[in-house]
């Protein structure tokens, strides 16, 4: 473990909470229970209350708390799901974590123009999640909303989800790579001639620097927030298409972390423990940072927004064994 100074260095035991509340269901979210919620920390005296979609923002752009900046969820009449689920976590003794997903398909629909493009001008969807372009508007737009959650609410740390980005051909990518390297932006297939490897590293720059963006907004308001994004290192992703430097991105945070289920696989199976060992040694050996591995029942094989409740229901409440 890292020996520098902070309570985020020491072993400690966070619980994080996943709501997936499709707008089309009439009853989801409007029963929720923040003091119900945190009964499990209190139980296991938990450090931390770390959440995830349901709380600030989702991956279809749902807020779950009042805002005038992005869209919020149908159901929510007036109520403040993040300010309720803080208050009821800061009352066990808990740090409270807020949550943000950088893909945001309510934004997508309304922006064409900031959504990722490939080079023949398509801008695909994956699993319904919009993609966008961080060297769009967008990047200021996500700026703002997360400087207005640092300012209202004060997390003690951040988790950040779903910041990777495909080779990008659109109009503000074109535009800043003739500006900042003088060339057009190759295309074809990508093979290991110097045109590519200059494209790669441009790519990996940007995202950097709209992390750098983030953290330093949420630094500048609250300076002890603990950072951390899902660096989705070692997953049957390809690097060369994400655009991800994961060595720039943790030297960026206070914690690495990530679902350590490579597969979207049994996250919980003993037949696949041994990975969140293997994943946890890496981690500290790119980034020298103490390691968060995320363990639970995760529900992404599809869409949810998509699925029939009582489907939404079975697979939030089984087991696997």
Same mark, same amino acid.
């Given at each position: 473990?890292?020996?520098?100074?902070? /309570?985020?260095?020491?072993?400690?035991?966070?619980? $994080? @909470?996943?709501? #997936?509340?499709?707008? #089309?269901?009439?009853?989801?979210?409007?029963?929720?229970?923040?003091?119900?919620?945190?009964?499990?920390?209190?139980? !296991?005296?938990?450090?931390?209350?770390?959440?995830?979609?349901?709380?600030?923002?989702?991956?279809?752009?749902?807020?779950?708390?009042?805002?005038?900046?992005?869209?919020? +969820?149908?159901?929510?009449? $007036?109520?403040?799901?993040? %300010?309720?689920?803080?208050?009821?976590?800061?009352?066990? $003794?808990?740090?409270?974590?807020?949550?943000?997903?950088?893909?945001?398909?309510?934004? /997508?629909?309304?922006?064409?123009?900031?959504?990722?493009?490939?080079?023949?001008?398509?801008?695909?969807?994956?699993?319904?999640? $919009?993609?966008?372009?961080?060297?769009?508007?967008?990047?200021?737009?996500?700026?703002?909303?997360?400087?207005?959650?640092?300012?209202?609410?004060?997390?003690?740390? /951040?988790?950040?989800?779903?910041?990777? @980005?495909?080779?990008?051909?659109?109009?503000?990518?074109? *535009?800043?790579? *003739?500006?900042?390297?003088?060339? %057009?932006?190759?295309?074809?297939?990508?093979?290991?001639?110097?045109?590519?490897?200059?494209?790669?590293?441009?790519?990996?720059?940007?995202?950097?620097?709209?992390?750098?963006?983030? @953290?330093?907004?949420?630094?500048?308001?609250?300076?002890?927030?603990?950072?951390?994004?899902?660096?989705?290192?070692?997953?049957?992703?390809?690097?060369?298409?994400?655009?991800?430097? +994961?060595?720039?991105?943790? %030297?960026?945070?206070?914690?690495?972390?990530?679902?350590?289920?490579?597969?979207?696989?049994?996250?919980?199976?003993?037949?696949?423990?041994?990975?969140?060992?293997?994943?946890?040694?890496?981690?500290?050996?790119?980034?020298?940072?103490?390691? /968060?591995?995320?363990?639970?029942?995760?529900?992404?094989?599809?869409?949810?927004?998509?699925?029939?409740?009582?489907? !939404?229901?079975?697979?939030?409440?089984?087991?696997? @064994?």
């Amino acid at each position: 473990m890292n020996n520098k100074k902070g /309570w985020h260095n020491q072993f400690i035991k966070a619980v $994080g @909470v996943n709501i #997936w509340a499709p707008e #089309w269901y009439h009853d989801s979210i409007r029963n929720f229970d923040a003091d119900k919620l945190t009964e499990l920390l209190a139980n !296991i005296n938990a450090d931390a209350g770390i959440t995830f979609q349901g709380f600030s923002q989702d991956h279809f752009g749902a807020s779950f708390f009042p805002t005038e900046l992005g869209h919020t +969820h149908c159901n929510l009449n $007036g109520r403040d799901h993040l %300010a309720m689920y803080q208050k009821a976590v800061k009352a066990i $003794g808990a740090k409270f974590f807020a949550y943000y997903s950088y893909q945001d398909k309510s934004v /997508w629909d309304r922006n064409p123009d900031w959504r990722v493009k490939n080079s023949n001008g398509e801008t695909p969807l994956d699993d319904n999640f $919009g993609m966008l372009c961080p060297n769009s508007p967008y990047r200021e737009h996500l700026v703002m909303r997360i400087t207005e959650i640092a300012e209202k609410y004060k997390p003690d740390g /951040w988790l950040m989800d779903t910041m990777s @980005v495909p080779f990008c051909y659109c109009d503000y990518c074109r *535009r800043k790579y *003739r500006m900042t390297v003088g060339r %057009a932006l190759p295309t074809g297939e990508p093979d290991c001639g110097e045109g590519w490897f200059r494209f790669k590293r441009w790519r990996y720059d940007c995202l950097t620097e709209m992390y750098s963006n983030i @953290v330093t907004a949420i630094k500048r308001i609250t300076p002890d927030s603990v950072m951390m994004h899902n660096a989705f290192m070692l997953w049957n992703y390809d690097e060369w298409k994400t655009g991800e430097d +994961h060595e720039a991105m943790m %030297a960026l945070d206070d914690v690495t972390t990530n679902i350590y289920a490579c597969d979207y696989g049994a996250a919980r199976s003993p037949d696949t423990l041994w990975k969140a060992g293997y994943y946890t040694r890496v981690f500290r050996g790119v980034s020298d940072k103490p390691v /968060w591995m995320q363990f639970g029942r995760f529900m992404y094989n599809r869409d949810y927004t998509s699925l029939p409740e009582q489907e !939404i229901a079975m697979t939030a409440f089984s087991e696997r @064994v």
